[in-house]
């Protein structure tokens, strides 16, 4: 079955400056690839998601990349801000089979 | 424009209760998926369901635990015989369709076995 390696687990950055979040698959029949964000206590929300037909998309601030000869694909977040502070998972899926998550990223956004 | 519900939020039982969690899946929405989060880990996947009918409860353990998703109301996960272990937050997600469909997720339940 599938499985989703993130890293890195903790990442600390300044405020304004960029996070990049790496997740790899190896089910090479993945093909949907979202991100979550989740705060402390609350649910997971979803920011962005990629399929395998694009090789990055890009909404404001943030931005995904898929690299699907490699099996990789990583979260970018520019000028980055306090209130991005969070557990960021990534997922995979071949679209009939389940969600694998990733373990996790949490990110922290020094003021 | 409701989201996922999910109740009750927080529940809180001891050794040996039975702990039933309800999902009402956004509207539009006809497919329910549960997932366990342990603190400081990722979410796992448990069940999916639609309308009367499984379709995947390869993540779901073989005994105690159980889910439906009946013509009328919500997606109940039920627990017996809670032990300590099946302290978790329950997440249960919907979407439109299945396949390359956005999942939003609900609030959680959070149990607590004491």
């Known amino acids: 079955g599938e499985n989703v390696e993130q890293h890195p687990s903790t990442l600390s950055v300044q405020e304004g400056d960029s996070a990049v979040i790496k997740c790899t698959y190896s089910d090479s029949a993945s093909n949907y690839f979202p991100w979550y964000k989740q705060e402390l206590g609350k649910r997971p929300q979803l920011i962005i998601d990629?399929?395998?037909?694009?090789g990055e998309k890009k909404d404001q601030r943030i931005a995904v990349t898929l690299n699907k000869t490699a099996k990789h694909f990583s979260l970018h977040i520019t000028e980055t801000q306090p209130e991005d502070s969070a557990v960021y998972f990534c997922?995979?899926?071949?679209?009939?089979?389940?969600?694998?998550f990733g373990k996790g990223t949490r990110l922290s956004v020094i003021a | 424009n409701a989201g996922v519900m999910q109740n009750p939020r927080h529940l809180v039982r001891r050794r040996g209760q039975e702990a039933r969690l309800r999902c009402s899946p956004m509207k539009g929405h006809s497919h329910v998926y549960w997932y366990r989060q342990l603190p400081e880990e990722g979410l796992k996947f448990m069940v999916y369901?639609?309308?009367?009918?499984?379709?995947?409860e390869s993540g779901m353990p073989k005994e105690r635990f159980s889910a439906e998703f009946p013509k009328e109301g919500p997606s109940i996960l039920r627990i017996q015989q809670v032990v300590r272990g099946d302290s978790a937050a329950y997440f249960c997600a919907s979407s439109r369709d299945r396949g390359l469909y956005e999942q939003y997720f609900g609030p959680g339940t959070r149990l607590t076995v004491t």
């Open positions: 997922a995979a899926s071949s679209g009939n089979t389940p969600l694998v």
């Open positions: 369901l639609q309308k009367e009918n499984i379709i995947d």
């Open positions: 990629i399929r395998s037909n694009v």
